[in-house]
């Protein structure tokens, strides 16, 4: 069964780098064509695309983020790491991953709240 | 960017009931690389539907997709009371992936 399971701080301060994990298990994060990807949801607002990395170690991130936004992966732990850089209160949401599958974002973990907030 | 727009925010239905969401794209979405994903407060988004009109592993047969270009819908044939929920789409086929605002479905 594969599963994904968001962790890191509930509360984080503006301006602050937010440092997000994200541990799989029922897959290897060496598997061929296959990644893991970041989303995030403001609270009542759509999910919006942040970056995600595959096997090879590939990354791609969202323009509009880019600038702050860090992915990176530890296959030994099963582990995928992303950072933002200087939080801002809009930056708070559910942060969310989700393995990449043929494209697809196939299953997803079940979300950690961020709270941006002095 | 392809913008997704979903519109109306909500549908109102009864159990038993079919319904039809809607996802307009901004431009043609690539090989119709559109999904829809189911979502429960509290709960992650749920693959449903994928390449328009492929479901997922286990999705019961009375979700079905349909459309192209840039005219995509969720038609449900049969309203379970489990399936009220917000049902968003994404199109995969170009970057940014992109995902659209999503539609409630509440029970009328």
């Known amino acids: 069964q594969v599963t994904l399971k968001e962790s890191g701080p509930v509360l984080v301060r503006p301006t602050e780098t937010l440092t997000l994990t994200c541990t799989v298990s029922?897959?290897?994060?060496?598997?061929?064509?296959?990644?893991v990807t970041w989303i995030r949801q403001p609270p009542g607002k759509a999910l919006e695309w942040l970056a995600h990395?595959?096997?090879?170690?590939?990354?791609f991130y969202s323009i509009s983020l880019k600038t702050r936004l860090t992915i990176s992966k530890d296959t030994s732990k099963s582990q995928v790491i992303l950072t933002m850089t200087n939080m801002d209160p809009v930056d708070t949401a559910t942060y969310y991953c989700?393995?990449?599958?043929?494209?697809?974002?196939?299953?997803w973990g079940q979300g950690t709240l961020v709270t941006v907030s002095s | 960017e392809i913008v997704l727009t979903q519109s109306p925010g909500t549908l109102s239905f009864s159990p038993g009931e079919r319904a039809t969401l809607s996802c307009r794209a901004s431009?043609?979405?690539?090989?119709?690389?559109l999904a829809w994903y189911q979502q429960k407060p509290g709960q992650a988004p749920r693959l449903l539907i994928y390449?328009?009109?492929s479901r997922a592993t286990g999705i019961p047969d009375r979700f079905s997709g349909g459309g192209s270009g840039t005219d995509f819908t969720l038609t449900i044939s049969r309203l379970e009371p489990e399936d009220f929920a917000v049902y968003c789409c994404?199109?995969?086929?170009?970057?940014?992936?992109?995902f659209g605002q999503g539609t409630r479905l509440e029970i009328k």
């Open positions: 029922g897959f290897s994060l060496s598997n061929a064509k296959m990644g």
């Open positions: 989700a393995r990449i599958r043929y494209a697809l974002f196939d299953p």
């Open positions: 994404q199109q995969y086929g170009s970057s940014p992936i992109t």
């Open positions: 431009q043609s979405v690539s090989s119709n690389s």
């Open positions: 990395i595959f096997s090879n170690d590939e990354k």
């Open positions: 390449g328009a009109s």
